[in-house]
């Protein structure tokens, strides 16, 4: 039997019925057919699948799309505005933050919550959000220039 | 030192161009083989065996085909009436599409379920009943040899053991005599476990036959689309598949590392489905098939000797190796070198002799192995000839460092004919070890290393000087199923002097669209913007033997070089017909040629370029593309000194990477920044064996730990900050003087660390540590030897 959700994906309100058993990520892949959201795993090991749910950074792969009934979403597609890359999207390319891309995604995100709690992290800080996703192509080293790359430049918009 | 020739807007070779496909990667629109969906596509999910060793009895699927969404249930029985159900190995040895009757390994493909959505094909297969009859597996390559163990490859005619093949190098008499006179000698046993790819992708496919047409079009995970697309001409032309009726498509790979490379069941049983079936059927394996299934690497047990005098001359070596493969070769080597390129194995140094010799073996294992991130088994080789050179610095109490200086080939012996026959480019293994050991402080860390074993306290220094050996490669001696390895460049500049430039080989991340984008540029100073590189299209590319190996740029590279320089001299004669002058008169400079001593009398490529579309000298052909297939006359022979610094923590046994220093030599380099990248991501990817990372089976042969919770990727908190550099000894017969770089980090860092690990503890005399170093293990030594 399907189940009614109602989303909101990345500014856009979307109503689906899923089967019960459907992962989240799925639904995004498949059903919304935002396909830079990627699998890497059947563990919730490496990230790959990470989203920002109502302000959170999730493993896709590890919630319902039943149970994101009502709630609120961004994937890698919706965060740049206008246009306009996201700093940490910027940081990516200007770091040589990614080779593959098929991590990149999950990373991005990620680091947007990272951010989003701690604005200047350390190198420690940033490896240790970095944690729950794995990358097997850059060897980590330039992801995390990449993500201090943007805190420098959150810092330089807060401080106007 | 990087010097780059042309400008920044030109952005030729040296330039760190920001790469031109993070576009859509760092926006989720990359088109990675998951993300395509087609009209009416089918989902394929694949039944495994739970045995590592097993007669099948009875396959019973009428439970699976009664669920409502499930096509078709496909087994060995069904294949075997296209004689479908065993494929060669890149290897000349047989693999079982699906099985008949016996199961070889656990988690081996059993049958597979075709249903219209990927969670019916999953619930199909739990259906599937399975009857087995377990028999006991062959899992120690050893106990395999030993001439009482059971036969496992019955299915060839007159096989009487486990044994696959012998190989062997060098000059076996003249060796056991350096050795039987030697001062000293030195010998260690080392496991180089089976590990895994694990790349962040898994493999998969989309398979497209379209009956009207009788045309297959296949999307996978290919690291070499044109070589498959021969493939499976080769095997299925008899059911009239011919090789102009199939069209293999690689999309955006999520990482390779060689084990995107081999054919697996999986992609044919998608193909037989399609081609039965009539529709699309999308196979994609999740990460535990992966590990257990597929893409394997290593698993050489080798016995490493080292002969020399007493203040440090190394005179020879021996290597005895023992090589699980699983229960097929499926290894991803060119033909004629069963080994790979083990015999790299005399490493840096001077000496005249060796032998290497080998023998492989069948156990109820995944079969391969394929080349991960090496060019074929050249990790093996490097971690045994750094690892004994260490052993024999330790054993006559030399510092390893001076004992490498002392034993380097020196610069100007090169090109060097190595003990066991190879020709080394060029390499200045000096300048290197030098520089690494500047940059990382040697001597005060020595000192640091000497007050802290005072104190108690473990902290190691280990060096790793490496040579490796890339770019297969001079096609006199290297082919895969006879097919050459040459690759392959072709160039089409548009009449507004913008190109196309397309390739046989296939990114899986390296970045070739902004590299090969840049040789181009470097060569006809048309902008790397301006260069749209393409790859993995069989039908458009040309064709080439594919990425791994580090062999894109020897091989493609100067292919796209080549091209190039064939277009300079048709754009030559084109400006000497504009300018009305001799061509002998013109001079070029990055983009432009121009009148000797007359600068302002010019033509820019752009302007030659239209004119050879618009007003070209008559009696010249029109337009403006190139081809180039470039077969290499020599592989090319990259090199690196590393050094590792290594802290132990004795309460736990915990060993933590401080700093390492990696300075590799790769020749000229097209693009600093994506050089580094290439570094880091492959020391990356040698930590992760020398300290976490083993497949690990038990006697009944089940995987113990075949999933991402318990195979140990390190994640970016294992991860030290690496420290890079570089020398530069350009390849003096590569067109643009490159080597290829990919892969040195991962052969070159295992050793370092264990070498370092070594140090650490050799004052309790330990003299060598099986990889993965994990903290148990060092704990346990730190025991037995009272260090506690
Ligand atoms: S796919 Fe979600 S954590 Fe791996
Ligand atoms: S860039 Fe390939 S897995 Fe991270």
């Known amino acids: ?160 | 030192m990087i010097q780059c020739k042309t400008s920044k807007e030109i952005g030729g070779m040296g330039h760190s161009m920001r790469r031109k496909e993070d576009a859509r990667f760092i926006q989720g629109k990359g088109q990675y083989v998951d993300d395509i969906k087609l009209p009416e596509m089918l989902y394929m999910d694949i039944v495994r065996s739970p045995f590592a060793y097993a007669k099948i009895t009875n396959i019973n699927i009428e439970k699976a085909m009664a669920l409502p969404g499930v096509l078709a249930v496909i087994t060995g029985k069904d294949l075997e009436q296209y004689n479908l159900h065993w494929m060669p190995t890149l290897m000349s040895d047989t693999q079982m599409v699906l099985p008949v009757d016996t199961v070889m390994y656990q988690s081996q493909e059993v049958a597979a379920v075709i249903a219209t959505e990927r969670y019916i094909a999953a619930d199909a297969v739990e259906l599937v009943e399975v009857e087995y009859e377990p028999m006991q597996p062959v899992m120690d390559p050893y106990k395999a040899m030993e001439a009482d163990a059971p036969v496992l490859r019955i299915d060839k005619e007159g096989k009487t053991d486990n044994h696959i093949w012998h190989w062997e190098a060098g000059d076996k008499e003249a060796t056991d005599r350096i050795f039987d006179d030697a001062e000293v000698k030195v010998k260690e046993q080392m496991h180089i476990p089976r590990i895994h790819v694990a790349s962040i992708e898994t493999c998969g496919c989309v398979a497209n036959y379209d009956k009207v047409n009788n045309h297959l079009t296949m999307y996978m995970t290919t690291q070499a689309p044109h070589a498959i697309r021969t493939v499976i001409a080769l095997v299925a032309g008899h059911v009239g598949l011919t090789e102009e009726k199939v069209r293999v498509i690689s999309p955006d790979i999520g990482g390779g590392f060689g084990g995107k490379v081999p054919v697996y069941p999986g992609y044919v049983i998608a193909i037989a489905a399609s081609f039965l079936i009539g529709k699309p059927v999308k196979w994609i394996e999740d990460r535990s098939e992966n590990l257990q299934a597929d893409s394997f690497a290593r698993d050489y047990h080798i016995t490493a000797e080292m002969a020399g005098t007493k203040d440090g001359k190394i005179l020879a070596t021996r290597f005895k190796l023992l090589c699980d493969h699983g229960y097929t070769d499926a290894a991803a080597n060119p033909s004629k070198f069963p080994t790979g390129l083990f015999s790299i194995c005399t490493g840096s140094y001077d000496y005249g002799h060796s032998y290497a010799e080998a023998d492989a073996v069948y156990t109820n294992k995944p079969p391969g192995g394929v080349a991960y991130r090496c060019s074929f088994r050249v990790t093996e080789a490097v971690h045994a000839i750094e690892r004994i050179t260490d052993c024999y610095a330790q054993e006559i109490n030399k510092d390893p460092a001076q004992l490498r200086f002392d034993n380097f080939i020196n610069k100007d012996q090169f090109p060097y004919k190595s003990a066991l026959g190879w020709e080394y480019d060029s390499g200045d293994y000096h300048q290197g070890l030098q520089k690494a050991m500047e940059v990382v402080g040697y001597d005060d860390l020595r000192k640091e290393q000497a007050e802290k074993r005072a104190r108690g306290e473990l902290m190691g220094i280990g060096i790793s000087t490496f040579t490796e050996i890339v770019g297969a490669g001079p096609s006199r001696e290297f082919d895969i199923l006879g097919i050459k390895m040459f690759d392959s460049a072709e160039i089409r500049v548009h009449p507004t002097g913008k190109a196309i430039a397309r390739f046989g080989t296939k990114s899986q991340g390296q970045g070739h669209e902004t590299t090969y984008a840049q040789i181009v540029a470097e060569e006809l100073g048309i902008p790397a913007e301006h260069i749209q590189v393409e790859e993995g299209d069989t039908d458009t590319a040309p064709y080439g033997l594919g990425t791994y190996a580090s062999r894109s740029t020897p091989t493609a590279g100067a292919a796209a070089a080549i091209a190039s320089r064939k277009l300079r001299e048709k754009a030559k004669k084109i400006a000497a017909y504009l300018l009305e002058v001799s061509e002998e008169d013109l001079e070029w400079e990055p983009g432009k040629f121009f009148v000797k001593g007359a600068p302002d009398k010019a033509k820019t490529i752009q302007e030659i370029v239209f004119a050879a579309y618009t007003n070209h000298p008559q009696g010249m052909e029109a337009g403006f593309e190139a081809t180039h297939y470039y077969d290499p006359p020599n592989l090319t022979f990259p090199s690196g000194a590393y050094i590792c610094v290594v802290d132990i923590d004795k309460e736990t046994g915990e060993v933590k990477v401080r700093r390492f220093v990696a300075i590799d030599d790769c020749g000229h380099i097209i693009n600093p920044m994506i050089v580094q990248g290439q570094v880091h991501g492959g020391l990356t990817q040698g930590l992760a064996p020398a300290l976490y990372e083993e497949l690990i089976y038990d006697e009944e042969g089940n995987i113990l730990n075949g999933t991402f919770m318990d195979y140990l990727v390190p994640t970016a908190v294992e991860s030290p900050s690496w420290e890079t550099g570089h020398t530069v000894t350009p390849s003096p017969h590569h067109p643009i003087g490159a080597k290829g770089v990919g892969e040195s980090p991962t052969v070159g860092a295992p050793p370092a660390i264990v070498n370092a690990v070594v140090d650490a503890l050799s004052h309790l005399g330990v003299t060598h540590m099986e990889i993965p170093i994990t903290a148990p293990k060092v704990w346990k030594i730190l025991k037995e030897k009272g260090a506690l």
């Not at chain 1, 493993?59 to 994937?75: E, H, P, Q, R, Y």
């Not at chain 1, 951010?115 to 940033?126: F, G, K, T, V």
């Not at chain 1, 990358?135 to 401080?159: L, P």
């Open chain 1, 1 to 160: 039997m399907g189940v009614p959700i109602s989303v909101t994906v990345n500014g856009q309100h979307r109503e689906s019925e899923v089967d019960s058993r459907t992962l989240l990520v799925q639904f995004i892949r498949e059903e919304l057919r935002l396909t830079g959201t990627h699998v890497g795993c059947d563990t919730s090991s490496c990230g790959a699948c990470t989203i920002i749910m109502d302000g959170k950074a999730v493993k896709s792969c590890t919630v319902l799309a039943a149970s994101a009934n009502g709630s609120d979403i961004t994937t890698i597609e919706g965060l740049a505005q206008n246009g306009e890359l996201h700093p940490l999207q910027e940081g990516f390319k200007e770091e040589h933050g990614l080779q593959c891309g098929f991590c990149t995604p999950g990373m991005i995100m990620t680091a947007v919550q990272l951010l989003e709690d701690n604005p200047q992290p350390s190198e420690a800080e940033i490896r240790h959000g970095l944690e729950g996703n794995y990358c097997r192509c850059t060897g980590y080293h330039n992801i995390v220039k990449a993500i201090y790359h943007a805190s420098r430049k959150y810092k330089e918009v807060s401080h106007g």
